[in-house]
């Protein structure tokens, strides 16, 4: 059945507003993917605070237009397949990534970051870079291991002490 030209307003008023709210948008083909991986997949990506959406060509070209280079959406095969993140920039990419490399119906092109299109390559570097918890926690332990050798170097003196202290007392016993 044919939509209504207000019906497609709408629809492309609620792409637009999902747009603004996410952090990151990733396009993909979304060509030979079946149901069950596709439901898998937006599983794991509502987890990690991302949606998986698909659109047509045309929708999203007028979607992106503020954005402009609204033709990167063209290398794209069939209809264009969304994700975009809301909480973390570089979740909904890693979780995509994953099911690119098992699946060869889905195929990565560029993307939308921090306002900008982004070109496929980028988008492959932003799916191999690490979670956010493990960089925090990189930077934790960079931060920490300083303090742990200044610890380790008062207690080797306090070591050294308490052994001269006994050495003497071993010697004042015999």
Do not use: C, H
């Amino acid at each position: 059945m044919a939509k209504t030209k207000e019906q497609k307003k709408e629809i492309l008023q609620e792409v637009k507003d999902k747009l603004d709210k996410s952090k990151s948008v990733i396009f993909s083909s979304d060509t030979g993917l079946d149901v069950k991986t596709s439901q898998e997949m937006r599983r794991e990506l509502k987890k990690e605070g991302a949606e998986y959406l698909v659109t047509k060509k045309t929708l999203l070209q007028r979607a992106t237009k503020d954005v402009g280079e609204e033709t990167v959406v063209d290398d794209l095969k069939g209809s264009v397949g969304l994700t975009l993140s809301y909480e973390d920039e570089i979740a909904g990419v890693r979780v995509v990534n994953k099911f690119a490399k098992a699946n060869e119906g889905l195929e990565l092109g560029g993307g939308i970051l921090e306002g900008k299109f982004i070109l496929p390559a980028m988008v492959n570097r932003l799916a191999s870079l690490p979670s956010k918890e493990q960089l925090l926690a990189n930077l934790v332990g960079s931060l920490n291991s300083p303090i742990v050798g200044i610890v380790g170097v008062l207690g080797a003196n306090l070591r050294n002490l308490v052994g001269v202290l006994n050495a003497i007392k071993d010697n004042k016993d015999n």
